[in-house]
């Protein structure tokens, strides 16, 4: 399973002084034009606000994308959480502020009485992983970590893949490690927890 991030993206996590720009462009409603700019300068400022705007946007897309191909499809038990509910009635928001502010971006799937979160997190220092979390009637639900995932407060996590100077992403280990995360929760389904 491989995956290209947009060349926004990649540089924001592979470029310190592209992060700094960006994060300086993003970190007001309105930037302020910076002392010193110069009338010549106008447009080539005017060009980073937008591209600042254009890498967040695509953050929010290749999250998307990573999500999809991090996780395999479920069982048909599982009922998606459609968008506007999950966005309504969960602390898993998936607005593109939200995806770009958090780094996660979250589904959330329903099986009678339980609730499954999937997620996919990005971190520009640590890199990409993919989270599970199980509950029912508002309490987690602790499941048992299967190999190559991490315990991590109530998600079983995988492995963090470190995001490297190629922007082609090799997700196959993620997606092992998710179908056997979500094979955990699905025991503990039907062991009644």
């Not at 770009?100 to 996919?120: K, M, N, P, S």
């Not at 199980?134 to 995001?163: F, H, N, Q, T, Y």
């Not at 196959?172 to 179908?179: D, Y």
Request: proline share 4%; with cysteine; charged share 25%.
């Amino acid at each position: 399973m491989l995956m290209t991030l947009p060349e926004s993206v990649h540089s924001y996590c592979t470029k310190p002084r592209i992060k700094a720009a960006v994060d300086l462009l993003l970190s007001s409603k309105t930037p302020k034009i910076p002392d010193g700019l110069q009338w010549s300068e106008v447009e080539d400022f005017y060009r980073a606000w937008l591209g600042a705007q254009q890498t967040r946007a695509e953050w929010a897309i290749a999250m998307n994308r990573l999500w999809y191909v991090s996780f395999p499809d479920l069982k048909s038990e599982w009922q998606a959480v459609s968008i506007v509910k999950q966005a309504d009635e969960s602390e898993e928001y998936v607005d593109l502020l939200s995806v770009w502010t958090e780094g996660t971006f979250t589904r959330d799937f329903v099986h009678g009485e339980y609730w499954l979160e999937l997620q996919v997190e990005l971190d520009v220092d640590e890199g990409l992983r993919a989270n599970v979390a199980l509950w029912k009637d508002g309490w987690s639900i602790k499941m048992a970590r299967p190999p190559s995932s991490l315990l991590v407060d109530d998600w079983l996590c995988s492995e963090w893949l470190v995001i490297g100077q190629n922007a082609e992403l090799n997700l196959t280990h993620i997606r092992e490690t998710t179908k056997a995360m979500i094979a955990v929760a699905e025991t503990c389904i039907i062991a009644g927890h």
